[in-house]
Structure formats: structure tokens, C-alpha cells
């Protein structure tokens, strides 16, 4: 009897543990830090590719960020007619280099077309309905993501926000918001 209360003690102990620190360990929906002054990061080649590709496009309103977790470099556009925003990060997580970018467009159905050139975690939240186009620069996902536009050009809506980081934001609070709603997160 005692060895059954000392184990059903330590396992007490231990998911009391688990759950402390799954309240300790939060994951803002505010990832980003303020706008970088100065220069563009030029040691971020794959960043300096995307901001040429972003320009030759007619990308506008560019800013620049550092992720508030990660030793990441995050800068984001609107294209020109305000109808998506890219997302393009190149930095470390766990000492492990990392770079993706991400397109997304807003739709009137409540969900974001979102095209990316990297593999993630998936969207748990249903808020998106991706497509990948891997190992391509930016001027190729573009290309990409405005084909998906032309099929669904009478139900995108344009961005509203005075900036694309704002605009990002936006769609990652709405989709911490669906995460919420559907019990993956709290």
C-alpha cells in the first residue's frame, strides 16, 4: 500500500510538474519585435535575394524585423495592389539555421490562402489552405500564389493595415484565436 501512495505521488508530482510549465511556456501571438533601423541585413543572403525578387516585383512598404524568441530576421511587403503580404525569415532556431517565406491573401470566407516555400507544422487551426512550392525564390512563389489568386480573385479581400507587419500579425492572432476555439490552445 505505501508503494502504490509513493508512486501515485510521483506521478501526481510529475503532471503537477507538466502542467507548470505548459503555463510557464507561452508562446506570444506577438512574435515580432519593432521595425530594425538602418541597413538591410546583408548578411542574410537569403533575405537580400528575396528583397531584389520583392523589388523587381513592385513589392511595397517594407519592413523589417527580429523575431522576439529566435535569432531570426523577419521582413514583409505587401503586393502592390495590397491583395497579399509576404513574410520572409532567414536566421537560427536551436542553433539550427532556418529561412522561409510565407504569401498570404485574406478571403471572404474567413480564410487565408497561404503559399509557402518551406515545410512547417501545418495549420492545425484550419485558418489556411496552403500550398507549397519548395526550393523556389520569391519572384517563383509569387508567380505561384498569384495564379491561386486568379482562381479565387472574387473573394479576396485587400489589406487594410498601415503595414505589412501589422497585416501578418493580424492573420496570426486570428489564427491563435481559431487554436483557441478548437481546443489546441489556450
Known sequence: ML?????????????????????????????????????????????????????????????????????????MWFGPDRDFVVSAGQGKIAGAATKQTWIYSRLQTGEVLMTTDGFDEGDPSGLYITQRVVKVRLAKLIAAHRKRLNAAMATVLPFDEMNAADAVRNIQRERAHRLIERGRAY
Open 3 to 75: 508503494a502504490l501512495s509513493i508512486a501515485l505521488g510521483c506521478l501526481f508530482a510529475f503532471l503537477l510538474l507538466l502542467f507548470g510549465v505548459s503555463l510557464w511556456e507561452k508562446h506570444p501571438t506577438d512574435a515580432y519585435g519593432p521595425p530594425l533601423a538602418g541597413e538591410f541585413p546583408q548578411q542574410r543572403s537569403y533575405l537580400v535575394a528575396a528583397r531584389v525578387d520583392a523589388t523587381a516585383c513592385g513589392m511595397i512598404d517594407m519592413t523589417i524585423h527580429r523575431h522576439n524568441r529566435f535569432d531570426v530576421v523577419i521582413a
